[in-house]
């Protein structure tokens, strides 16, 4: 798998990974996330923020990185670490193999910026995917209920979200940083 950045061209397939990601979320009766703009999606390709990931020539998911996230981690944000947001999936890609590519690639990327590690943050109520994640080697640090923030998108305001750190020292132990999973990553995009 290759993880490259998103360009214009990918937006249809884009748009479908984040509708996939959307049904996931309502069978799942958890929070779902809105309908982005074809402005928001493309002001984020621009920027280069949107990353495509690829197995041969399928595109089998997406994901967005921010180099610093101090809406939601408050306090806590330092400019240490690289923020993973959005995964999302094609609808026809098992999922096998798609989280440790991201991984891999953000832990390169930490490297090249020498930034301490990765951060994510998913729905407080996800133990599925939070014990996931702890299983690849990130720490939950704690859960929180954000605010009206005006930098952040209202479906955030008043959601628990869930904190979870995962130090660059840990990739450059004796245990690699991801490496594929018996099973696939448990179906859901937050």
Request: a negative charge.
């Amino acid at each position: 798998m290759r993880v490259e950045p998103a360009t214009r061209a990918d937006l249809e397939e884009i748009r479908a990974a984040y509708a996939s990601a959307r049904a996931i979320q309502v069978a799942q009766q958890a929070p779902v996330w809105p309908e982005f703009t074809e402005a928001s999606t493309l002001a984020e390709i621009a920027s280069g923020n949107l990353f495509r990931v690829f197995d041969d020539a399928a595109l089998v998911g997406v994901f967005s990185v921010a180099y610093e996230d101090p809406a939601i981690w408050g306090d806590d944000e330092r400019g240490a670490h690289i923020y993973l947001h959005r995964f999302a999936r094609a609808a026809t890609y098992p999922g096998r193999g798609l989280v440790s590519a991201v991984l891999n690639w953000a832990v390169a990327r930490c490297e090249e910026l020498a930034r301490e590690g990765l951060r994510l943050d998913t729905w407080a109520n996800n133990d599925a995917l939070i014990a996931y994640y702890e299983k690849l080697g990130f720490t939950l640090l704690e859960k929180r209920r954000m605010g009206n923030d005006p930098r952040l998108s209202p479906h955030y305001h008043g959601l628990e979200l869930a904190l979870l750190e995962r130090p660059l020292t840990f990739a450059t132990a004796s245990t690699p940083l991801a490496t594929p999973s018996p099973t696939p990553a448990p179906k859901s995009s937050r």
